[in-house]
């Protein structure tokens, strides 16, 4: 038996919000029917061979915007081939960006929270330094 790929399933309060933050901010794209949405609170989005599911239920978010410490649940780390270029274009369209930085096992990365709370970080591999204090 072969597995062929794995495609997560967000829980998010409202499809809607979600799906135009993941459209406007990271650019996917709705390839599930415009039906799914109203019928079944669910779509399906994909970018450059990325996908992903947002599934409408209870429970409110992941964790609240703002929130600190190191248990998230879960962390969807993407691999973008020009991180600083990323970085600049979310901040620009008002995502509250963290600090562009290089980490011990040399990624250049930075993180970002969805509507719903869930941590979304994003990482190049460099040949730079760490970050001072940066790990």
């Known amino acids: 038996m072969t597995l062929t790929r794995l495609t997560p399933m967000l829980r998010v309060a409202d499809v809607q919000r979600s799906l135009a933050f993941y459209r406007d901010h990271l650019g996917f794209m709705l390839v599930s029917p415009e039906s799914a949405l109203r019928d079944f609170r669910w779509a399906h989005i994909r970018r450059d061979g990325v996908d992903l599911m947002l599934a409408g239920g209870e429970g ?9 410490g190191a248990d998230w649940p879960v962390n969807f780390y993407f691999y973008p081939d020009d991180i600083e270029s990323l970085h600049r274009a979310l901040g620009s369209r008002g995502v509250d960006v963290g600090t562009l930085r290089v980490t011990v096992y040399r990624m250049k990365e930075f993180s ?3 509507p719903d709370g869930h941590l ?7 040949n730079e330094p760490p970050t001072p204090d940066g790990d």
């Open 60 to 68: 409110g978010p992941v964790r609240p915007p703002g929130a600190t």
């Open 112 to 114: 970002c929270l969805d």
């Open 120 to 126: 979304l970080t994003f990482g190049q591999d460099t």
